[in-house]
């Protein structure tokens, strides 16, 4: 089996997963966990974009036929970004949801329901 | 330049008058030189044949001002009421913003006569619109809010219609200016006119746009509804114009039978509003009845399309400015002493309010069209038109209405000045100043015009004959169409004579006691001085057996149930947004799979 | 010159008119199998009303609304051809001058009764009035094919066109005038049309307050209105050629509708209006598609 | 002339010394967002006239384009700036009168104008990537912070499905990665030929649903309505004044200088249509007046892109220049709107369309404010949203969309219903009197009177929205000025 597949496979897996738990979930830190899965996923998937199978770290060299089978440096360098993003978006959700259970006294997302229609 | 000039006086006098608001004095006499500024300027300035343009452009199109004499003609009816709103207006109580409402309400007016092209006539339309609507909105009435709320939709339905046929016929003719379009192929050009007749039709308040108006006339500030009714309408006239003669010059021979549509809508609205008016118990809903009434007998002229009834209905639109506007200045002066505006609650003001009585008797007189007053001329020019068009049922119908006139004219002269007087209103004295003035002044052209409607006919010809072929002789006071000929002074003089005469036998013989008020043939019953026996209430009562069920009905419940069917719309709209964020997600996920499902084949 | 002629034409038609009224009587009587007062009762009546010394009024409308009456109807007669004889003003005004100031009677009247603060007259007011809904347009609707035949508004010339026997008005457009002569006995203010005044309900209605000189211009304005408004009729639909066979015709009209009168029972005020909104409109509605169809 | 790197750099370092101010005096941190914005614009302002033809370029690291981080002002992204500090200015000014804030709420705004700054000044994809997620967490936390049950609630939906879109965003910008191998914008949209037909077909998918929770698009908006509400209504003011006008920018830079055009067309073009009427109509039945607004703000969202859409269908600057005047009219009009509501209320929340009778008979001059707003965004002549609602009619018939005018025409009329009703409902009846400091009446005056000023005088906005949009239309003057004429 290809590497990149199961790269591929598991990450779009993850995403899934992710909007699954997000959509199905009524506790809101199951739901924030939903989200951060499929964050996961898609940094996965994107690094694996930039995979490619048996290269090298892109580091500068003397050498420059090592150049011809190094892996992309950038979508690592996104995904390292998107990761702390990633970890920022959680801490602004838990900081609400910790709100939210103060004044509503639940998590349950189904007893959200002062805004409608 | 000068009409530049003039809007901006209006503007500027309009805005002092805001910012000198808790100051009374001065912001009266500013408004007053404001009003008298204008017209001055407007009568020794304005001429026909002017242009400017201002800088801005959007698309191709300069925005700018034009002048036709019809400008004119229109231009002096609106700022002469507007003084005559103006001085009486200050009796009210009113604030600065009222003031600075009323003249941009009156910009609006004078800029739509300006305009040349559909542009920024709808701007000033809009303008005129939505300043009018503020002012209904300050009205003091218990229902002005749902009057103004009503007033506002459908002069929007009216200006969207209107924007609607300004861009089909950019669209087609590439050309924003008020130009003809009857050259343009299909049916497209239809619907042009139209949806560019629509607002003037909601102006003037014909049949099915008229619902705004009871109310907006009634829940507007009493000074303000003479300006309103008598001036504002008036633009809807001036679109009629535009509209049958600039914009679709070959009518009559493209699409004769919406012309007669139309005159047939205008007979109907006489005729209903009419019969409407003589069943309100209200002074002003009563007037406002008429005045959709009267507007109804436009529109039927220029439906007709001929030389002498297009002349009639412009002359009817001056008649209309001059005796409603003297209607609504009355009941405005009565109100102003009584407070009040229901027929059942007044009576035998006569003694207490003469010259207002004056004013009222003559103002009805003209209403009904009875000579020599400036009612007359043109309802006879109007029917002499339509028998010539052919039309016996239409001018049956118009008949009927002028009818109604003297149904509805009775009962409001009755009910306020005749019967008795209510034991409150003992100590009432005649209206103020500003009240009597607008009345005497309304007085002169009601007997002028009636007994010499040349001195106008012959401006409104000048403008006509341009359009279509003359066949109306005239002179100051002689008319002769090819039916029938009037001298309008002949009636007059003759009328004077034999009062005179009658009034000498009266004179001669026996001499007159004055009895006292419930000194009365009461067919043996006695009655105490308190006890009220003014007929006032349910007047023409009776006539609604006479009518029976088609009385009740209404294009109200029309538009309601359209309404219904938008707000169930709405309620389908809004259960989108059902609250539960995961739902939301779903939508979002939803979309993704949708979207990737249509696209799929091109992926 | 001219204006003894006018006031010796104005008193002549007058007198006329009285003696109609005194005929009416004396037909009802008649039918009503009694003798009746003679013919110049009425004439008697408004010179005893004259001579009263004192006389009671309720204000100045009150007093004025008889004047006014009678300037109308005055008016009216004066451009009013009596058949080919042409009072003073025939010329200056048409159809529609006649039909607006014949209003302007029933106006001051109705101003005159309004301000005399007594419920009996303003219900009466308001009952003609309501009633002009139903008579007024079908006289119109009914008047208008002949007018429309001979292509004028003008009454005189309209008498002029029809000339001899065959070419009347009533020939050629019967059904016009079948409705006309319903719409006469409204205008008339007959029987079942006597709405307005009906001494048995609302003791004569506008005339409740008058008395003495006010009620003889009422009377001297019901006399000339019975020529005027039979006179119209006539003038319409048989063209009369000279002033006797005017005179004539306005009696034969004049005689039918108070026959009618004599044996009719009273309408309510909305069965009146009903009554002329159906088979006399209908008749009116007819005369006019006829006319159409001929030309 | 000063480099507007410092725009962003200042920013983050005022917004990152408040909690050190904080520390000094408790006073000083509500006077830090007036002064970063002050200065923004200040320095925005003296780079207008280096802004010529195409764009400005910005190096950071001394390395050309299309190799690292650079900024692309052109002039289209200079309105949008300037926009931002405009209104940035004005909300914090608004600020200083309420002191019930803690200090992190200065920050959150900070952080908000610097996201907001960054996106539309930025030439990168990812770094505009990067600003939209400062944007966004700031806003979350904006909305959140009134603390009430329905801002948390408001914000909690905000940052569930902001954060799935921005992700989404994100996924988008990598696939244009791979078939390019590049970040630089002026880059990828000079490769944009090259590109397989299905990668930017599926890649403007995902920036479709990336930006079309920013920008409100149908499907899309369901927080919208919910965070609006919720939010405080100066931070709603935010929301519907910069944050969305943020997205709007987005869209445009990148369906039509990358894309070079919307790639799927109809469908945004159905989308924003399908938004306009369903938000529209969704606010006619609302009682609450508060997100009745939200819907009008969700409805003109769908005007705009509405319009970009006409403006990918037919081209030209005109449509493009509508699209800046609606949306300044917008910003400032519906941000009076928000304002203003909030004081007609008392800041009771209490947004019942009962509860407001009367309130602007007795507070005329917060009356008066409320009905500005309304009159602009309804497109009443003398006031600025006449002219744009005129431009709009204007290119809808010069696209030939005679339906398409006849129908938002119609809507227009629902629009007009329900805003109609809720000013007729001010006017009506004795409502209670609030007290209202000096600063946020001057501030909304100024909303005010830029709508009414150039309502009358609307010379100088044309041109200026010509101008950019004139600058957002010449694509390949962009690239070159970027790439150097590569």
Sequence with gaps: MDAGLIFYGSAI?????????????????????????????????????????????????????????????????????????????????????MQIKEKFGTCNIAKLKELKW | MAMFLLLLIIGLTGLLAFILGPIKVLRNIISLIGAIGGLLYFVFKIRPGQAYALNIKIYNVHFGTGMSALSIFFGIILLGLFLIFLIASFHEDNDGAYYMFSFFSLLGALGVLFAKDLISFFFFFETMSLFSFLIVLKGNGETSHRSAFKYVMWSAFGAYAFLLGTFLKVNYTHSVMITDISYLGGNIKLWILILLLTPFMVKTALMPFHLWAPGAYTDSKDTYTVFLSGGLSKIGVFGYFIALFNVFSQIAVLYPWLLKVFAYIGAITASLAGIYAFMQDDAKKLLAYSSISQLGYVAVGFGVYSHFSVVAALFHALGHAVFESLLFLVVAGVYYRTKTHDLRKMGGLIKKMPLSFIGLLFGIIATSGIPPTIGFPSKWLLYEAIILKNDLFLVSLVFFASITAFLYSYKLIHSIFLGKLHKEHEHIKEAPFGYGFGIVVLLIPLFVLGTNPGIVVKPIDYIV????????????????????????????????????????????????????????????????????????????????????KPLTWSFEKILNACLKVVSFLGEIARGFYMGDARVYLFYIILFFAIIVYIMGGKL | ????????????????????????????????????????????????????????????????GPVIAYTGIASTLLFLPLGNHTPLLHFKGDLFVVLYLLVVGPLGMALGAGESSNPNA??????????????????????????????????????????????????????????????????????PFEIAIAPHEIASGPMVEYGGKYLGLLQLWHAVGIIVETGLLVDIFFGPQNIIWFFIGTFIVFYVVILVNAVMPRFRIEQAVRFYWGIPLLLAILGILQVYIWR | MVSPILVIALTLFLAFSIPLLHMLSKKLPPFVPPLATLINLWILI?????????????????????????????????????????IGFLLSIYYLSQERKDMRFYMLFLLNILGASGIVMTGDLFNSFVFLEILEISSFGLVASGKDKKALEGGFKYMMIGAIGSSLYLLGIIVLYLSTGTLNMAHIAKLMPSIPDSVKLFSSILFLIGIGVEVELFPLNAWAPDAYQGAMDEISTQLSSIISKTGIYLAARIFLTIYGGLYATNIIFYLAITTFIVAELAALMQKNVKRMLAYSSVGQMGLLMLILSVFAKRGDVFVLTTAILLALNHAFGKGLLFLSLGSLTGNTRNYDIEDLKGAGRANPVLGFLFATGVLSIIGMPIFFGFWSKISLLISIMKANLMYLLALLLLVFLVELYYYANVIVNLFKGEGKKYRIGVIPVSVMLLFALSLIVFGLWPH???????????????????ISSILGGM
């Design chain 4, 460 to 478: 100088p906005v044309f041109k200026i929205a010509q101008n950019a949009a004139a600058s957002l239309m010449e694509r390949s003057m962009y």
């Design chain 2, 465 to 548: 004959r341009f359009y279509l072929k003359p066949d109306l002789a005239y002179n100051l006071t002689n008319m002769t169409t090819p039916l029938g000929h009037v001298n309008f002074p002949a009636i007059g003089i003759t009328m004077t004579l034999l009062f005179t005469l009658s009034f000498i036998i009266y004179l001669i013989f026996g001499k007159s006691y004055r009895a006292a008020q419930e000194d009365n043939y009461t067919a043996t019953e006695w009655i105490d001085k308190d006890f009220g026996l003014h007929y006032g209430g349910e007047f023409y009562g009776f006539m609604r057996k006479a009518f029976g």
């Design chain 4, 46 to 86: 003296t780079n207008i006239k280096h802004v010529g033809e195409g764009a400005m370029l910005i190096t950071t690291a001394g390395l050309k384009p299309p190799i690292a981080i650079n900024l692309a002002i052109d002039k289209f992204s200079l309105l949008f700036a300037i926009l931002i500090q405009v």
């Design chain 1, 13 to 97: 897996f993850l995403m899934v997963m992710g909007v699954f738990i997000a959509i199905t979930g009524r506790h809101l830190i199951k739901i924030l966990l939903g989200i951060d899965v499929f964050d996961t996923g898609l940094n996965l998937l994107i690094v694996s974009f930039g995979y490619i199978n048996g290269g090298t770290a892109p580091i500068f060299s003397k050498y420059p036929n090592i150049f011809k089978n190094v892996v992309d440096p950038v979508p690592q360098a996104l995904v390292l970004t998107a990761i702390v993003i990633g970890v920022a978006e959680m801490a602004m959700g838990l900081a609400i949801v």
């Design chain 3, 122 to 191: 303003t219900i009466a007011m308001a009952r003609a009035l309501s009633l002009m809904l139903g008579y007024e347009i079908i006289f119109f609707m009914a008047t208008l094919p002949v007018f429309y035949h001979y292509h004028t508004a003008s009454i005189y010339k309209v008498i002029q066109a029809q000339g001899v026997f065959p070419h009347w008005g009533a020939i050629i457009f019967p059904i016009s005038f079948l409705a006309a002569l319903f719409a006469l006995q409204g205008m008339m203010g007959e029987k």
């Design chain 3, 1 to 64: 010159m001219s204006i003894l002629y006018f006031f010796l034409y104005l008193l002549l038609v007058t007198v006329i008119g009285l003696l109609y009224m005194g005929v009416a009587r004396k037909v009802t009587a008649h039918i009503q199998n009694r003798y009746g007062p003679p013919i110049y009762q009425p004439i008697l009546d408004v010179l005893k009303l004259f001579g009263k010394r004192h006389t009671v009024t309720h204000g100045v409308m009150h007093s004025l």
